[in-house]
């Protein structure tokens, strides 16, 4: 084996690690070549690619809810009644309640931009 095809075994074998080692887009847009090579020449292409990403995100939320419900009919009272032979009726309206509390707290989204090449 030439010292050439030593050196295309070597790419084409670093080519093949590093495509199956390296993400898609890390590759993309880097490129590498060396030509006009003569005889026990020495090359050497090195492809340096670093990113770094730092997201920090806090929140702090304080949320209290105080509910009181008071229902009242009209304080009906039923007292002194002698006469049917002392039986007594009160009707009073009805009292509903409803009541619906919705709290929603902090929320974070991070969307880290794209890489690129």
């Known amino acids: 084996m030439t ?3 030593k050196i295309g075994a070597a ?3 670093g ?3 590093a495509a199956t080692l390296l993400p898609g887009a890390a590759l993309a847009d880097q490129t590498c070549t060396i030509s006009g090579n003569g005889r026990n020449s020495t090359n050497r292409c090195r492809i ?3 990113r770094r990403l730092t997201v920090d995100q806090r929140n702090t939320a304080t ?3 105080r509910v009181v419900v008071v229902q009242n009919t009209g304080l009906n009272d039923a007292n002194n009644n002698t006469t049917n ?3 007594v009726s009160v009707d009073t309206g009805n009292t509903t309640s409803t009541i619906t509390i919705t709290v929603s707290g902090n929320t974070n ?3 880290p931009p794209d890489p690129g090449p």
């Open 3 to 5: 010292i050439k095809q």
């Open 11 to 13: 790419i084409a074998t």
């Open 15 to 17: 080519t093949l690690l």
């Open 48 to 50: 340096r690619i670093e």
């Open 63 to 65: 949320v209290r809810n």
């Open 85 to 87: 032979g002392g039986d």
């Open 109 to 111: 989204t991070a969307v």
